[in-house]
C-alpha cells in the first residue's frame, strides 16, 4: 500500500480501532448489514438533498461541498457518538485539499442531532496526520491484526464477534 492509496475511512478506522482498520485493509468488511451503517447510509442520502454529493479528490470522497466566502468541505454523519473518527477522517480530507493548494474548512454535521461543529485544519494536526499516515501504512503490513482493545462501543460493532474470538 502506498500513501496515496489511504482513504478518509481508513483514517477515521485508525482513530476508533486499528484492529477494525486491519480488518478493513486486508478485505474483512463486516459492515454489509450493520443497522448503524444501513441508518448512516439513509441519513446521508437524504440530507441536504439541495447540495451535489459525493465531490470526489483523488482516493478521497467528500460528502459535499459549499462555497460562500470560502470552500467548506462537509461531513454528514448519523451520530456525534464516536466523534474522534469522524473528527480525523474531516480533517484528512482538508489535508488532501491542502497539498492540492486548495485552502478549505471543515463542517461536521449530525443532521439527525442538529448538530454542527466547524473544524480548521492547523500545523499541529498536519503533523499529527503525517504520523498516523505512516502508521496505517504499518498496519497494513501487519501478518496478523494489532492486539483486540475492548473499548465502550465494541458491542456495537460489526466486527465484535469476529475480533473478540
Known amino acids: 500500500m502506498k500513501v496515496n492509496e489511504i482513504t478518509g475511512v481508513m483514517v477515521q478506522y485508525y482513530m476508533v480501532c486499528k484492529r477494525e482498520l486491519w480488518f478493513y485493509l486486508n478485505q474483512m468488511n463486516m459492515n454489509y448489514d450493520n443497522d448503524d451503517i444501513n441508518i448512516g447510509k439513509l441519513i446521508h442520502e437524504n440530507s441536504y438533498k439541495r447540495e451535489r454529493k459525493e465531490f470526489r479528490v483523488d482516493n478521497v470522497v467528500l460528502d459535499f461541498v459549499q462555497f460562500k466566502d470560502e470552500l467548506t468541505v462537509f461531513e454528514v454523519k448519523k451520530s456525534s457518538k464516536l466523534t474522534i473518527g469522524a473528527l480525523y477522517q474531516l480533517y484528512y480530507y482538508l489535508y488532501i485539499l491542502r497539498k492540492a493548494g486548495i485552502v478549505a474548512d471543515g463542517m461536521l454535521v ?53 475480533c473478540l474470538i
Open 110 to 162: 449530525y443532521p439527525k442531532e442538529k448538530k454542527r461543529e466547524r473544524i480548521v485544519l492547523n500545523n499541529r494536526i498536519i503533523r499529527e496526520l503525517d504520523a498516523i499516515l505512516v502508521d496505517i501504512l504499518e498496519i497494513a503490513d501487519y501478518i496478523t491484526p494489532p492486539k483486540a482493545e475492548i473499548k465502550p462501543f465494541c458491542r456495537r460493532c460489526s466486527f465484535m464477534e469476529l
